[in-house]
């Protein structure tokens, strides 16, 4: 009886195939004559790659509807199509698509959007209607093992098993279900139930590991182990037999993650607890050879924890990459914690550069930026580092940018990446950090998208699988190791245009001051003006077209800084009438406070900050230095540091008061090579002629008056 049954469900199987596939072909026919060849290739490659989605097929007599979105990865954005079709008279009617690529002739232009969305509803047909004539009491529901062979160079065995299945027909099998299949039609004529429990989640798994490229040989990299292990605990996966290799590997990793790792004694710092973890965290991973990223929150000492382990290695050959801003903030902070490390900095000439690189066995670490190393790129070829570690890794966030491939291109054998913010828009922005530092983890991108990115349901997994490689604290978390108050300067190195507009305009008032007798008033308006330089050329020099070196790293700091409020600082109205500008332009909302500001409105404005949801508050130093509570924020920039660091504190106490609950991180921009830095690094040695200055006691300055021209020069203008 039930194989007359079968060979009945089989009969009308083949008679609804037969036409539905006439239909198919008509309405192919009918694509077919209003695109081109190349266009529906595209279309048919969107289809069979699944990357439509949210889609709907309707039969209503002899007209036919489809609907979808595509994914178009060359253009990186979605395209939603419809087109109704009738079978009998071949017209097309109700034909749109986001991508406005349809032109009015005579005849309707259909693009590979819609084919795409035809192609898939065809099959989304197909595979209703048959569905409509199975008799689940004739479905199989087999037995399935995953069995788990030890691991060999670095690889653990998988082979599947499906019980009274040949085992060429997996490959197919998995295919359906990748199709969201309900059912599988065996060779045999008889049906497999895609969505058994243990069958789905044994597919499910293979599909995560990605491991489905060939069912007779599957393998699992060890650096999945840790996942593996997790997911067959808590799914509670019976079917998977050798769970002990798996553990045998977790183990292997646990032996190294607890060994114990001494901070390097001529290491200029005492690090906290939780920095010790990071070092510790950086040491595990580079001994089983994995990369890793390290998220901390801004302000808790990413790069001393670098520094830590690049000492702990200073036996190895490492290169890190940063910004162009940070480079000299990176070659200060090595200096001053592991003096004992020879550091060659690449970021002047290039003949410089070339020399270094020559001589490269001379030095422990290379220090360069993302630009430099671009175009350096071709000398490095040759090279292979032990360990490479890039700073503000967000900087590869997108996969095609140019810059990301070539950093992508180090040769290092373990890679690590430090950035506060591991996503900032998208979960493609992760997959490009670790396609650096472990490519293939995360598998290829179009696999990463297909699993994660258009499946909300696999989200865990994804987090499961990116646990062990990432550590991240917030300052919430560590605030017990925490001072209240975080002081860092950021030395920031000058853009190209931007250098030669402050240089241009010392070389003019050098020259003049050498020249003439010039009073000490009118040597403080060039001061001014050096300053004002520092901060916002564009104010300063007609028709400047370079960037604003300062505002570029003020905008990563506020985006870097997720959900944290930011108090801004600075002398200048007119500097903080530009920040607000470049804020609107990045879409990020502010307050506004400066002297102009009535003493009703001020109170108003810091009640609307504390309570709203404005990220910055710009203010005049004057203005807001004192009178305000502002603990709300638990960020301070100083824009433009006063020389006066009492007058420094006395802002920065705008949001480290009583009543802060968080840690405040108060920030110093420096621009490197200028009258800024000299007058920071002089704070102690020179403070009589500091505090003239800030007071414009010059007339009267015994310090001043005692100066020389050239003391002069030399002090602020070298």
């Given amino acids: 009886y039930l194989n007359i049954k079968i060979m009945s469900i089989i009969e009308i199987n083949a008679k609804n195939e037969r036409t539905l596939k006439m239909y198919s072909n008509l309405i192919e026919e009918i694509i077919r004559s209003h695109i081109d060849k190349n266009k529906f290739n595209t279309g048919f490659s969107f289809f069979k790659r699944n990357l439509v989605i949210n889609d709907y097929s309707k039969v209503d007599g002899d007209n036919i509807t489809f609907y979808a979105t595509v994914i178009d990865e060359n253009h990186r954005n979605n395209y939603t199509a419809i087109i109704s079709i009738n079978t009998k008279t071949r017209v097309i009617s109700n034909m749109s698509c986001d991508c406005h690529s349809l032109l009015s002739n005579t005849k309707p232009q259909i693009c590979s959007h819609i084919v795409a969305t035809v192609l898939n509803g065809l099959e989304n047909l197909n595979k209703e209607t048959n569905d409509e004539y199975i008799d689940e009491n004739i479905t199989i529901n087999p037995n399935i093992t995953l069995d788990i062979s030890q691991s060999r160079n670095g690889y653990m065995g998988m082979k599947l098993d499906i019980e009274g299945v040949d085992s060429n027909e997996y490959r197919e099998i998995f295919s359906s279900y990748k199709n969201n299949n309900r059912l599988y039609r065996m060779k045999n004529g008889a049906y497999l139930d895609l969505k058994d429990n243990d069958l789905e989640q044994a597919f499910k798994l293979i599909d995560i590991l990605n491991i489905y490229n060939d069912f007779d040989n599957m393998k699992i990299a060890n650096n999945k182990a840790i996942y593996l292990e997790k997911l067959i605990e808590e799914e509670d996966l019976s079917f998977v037999n050798g769970s002990k290799y798996v553990s045998n590997v977790v183990k292997k990793f646990d032996k190294v993650k607890s060994k114990n790792y001494e901070v390097p004694k001529d290491l200029n710092a005492t690090l906290r607890d939780y920095q010790v973890s990071g070092f510790e965290f950086f040491k595990t991973l580079s001994d089983y050879q994995f990369g890793g990223i390290l998220a901390d929150e801004m302000g808790l000492g990413k790069t001393i924890q670098t520094i830590a382990f690049l000492l702990s290695n200073k036996d190895k050959k490492s290169i890190v990459i940063t910004p162009t801003a940070l480079i000299y903030n990176w070659k200060n ?337 420096i621009a490197k090579g200028t009258a800024e830095e000299r007058v920071i690094n002089l704070q102690e040695t020179k403070k009589e002629l500091i505090e003239d200055v800030i007071n414009g006691n010059l007339d009267n300055s015994s310090t001043l008056k005692n100066l020389s021209k050239d003391d002069i020069i030399d002090l602020f203008m070298s």
């Fill in 333 to 669: 902070e090595l200096e001053k914690f592991a003096p004992t490390l020879k550091v060659g900095l690449l970021h002047a000439a290039k003949s410089e550069r070339e020399k270094i690189l020559d001589n490269i066995d001379n030095y422990d670490v290379i220090l360069t930026t993302y630009t430099t190393y671009k175009n350096d790129i071709d000398k490095y070829k040759n090279i292979n580092f032990d360990y490479c570690i890039i700073d503000e890794a967000q900087n590869i966030k997108n996969p095609d940018a140019i810059i990301t491939k070539a950093i992508k291109n180090v040769n290092a054998k373990v890679k690590f990446a430090l950035t506060g913010t591991p996503i900032e828009n998208n979960l493609m922005e992760l997959w490009s950090i670790f396609d650096f530092i472990m490519p293939g983890y995360l598998y290829n991108k179009s696999k990463f998208k297909s699993i994660f990115v258009n499946n909300d349901k696999n989200i865990i997994e994804l987090k499961n699988l990116i646990k062990p490689f990432i550590l991240r604290r917030t300052k919430k978390e560590v605030i017990t190791e925490l001072p209240d108050k975080i002081e860092q300067k950021i030395i920031i190195d000058l853009e190209k245009e931007h250098k030669r507009a402050y240089k241009g305009y010392v070389n003019l008032i050098t020259r003049k001051i050498k020249e003439n007798n010039q009073d000490n008033i009118t040597v403080f308006s060039y001061l001014t003006k050096l300053r004002q330089l520092c901060l916002s050329p564009e104010l300063m020099v007609k028709n400047y077209q370079g960037k604003n070196s300062k505002l570029d790293v003020l905008i990563n700091i506020i985006n870097d800084s997720s959900d944290e409020k930011i108090l801004v600082f600075s002398q200048f109205t007119k500097v903080l009438e530009v920040i607000g500008k470049r804020l609107n332009e990045e879409n990020i909302s502010y307050s506004y406070l400066d002297g102009k500001t009535s003493a009703k409105d001020r109170v108003k404005l810091v009640e609307e900050f504390n309570t709203n949801n404005n990220k910055v508050f710009l203010i005049s130093l004057k203005a807001g230095g004192t009178g305000l509570n502002l603990t709300s924020a638990n960020i301070v920039v100083h824009f433009d540091p006063w020389w006066n660091p009492a007058v420094e504190d006395q802002a920065s106490d705008r949001a480290h008061r009583i009543g802060q609950k968080n840690v405040v991180n108060v920030i110093k921009l």
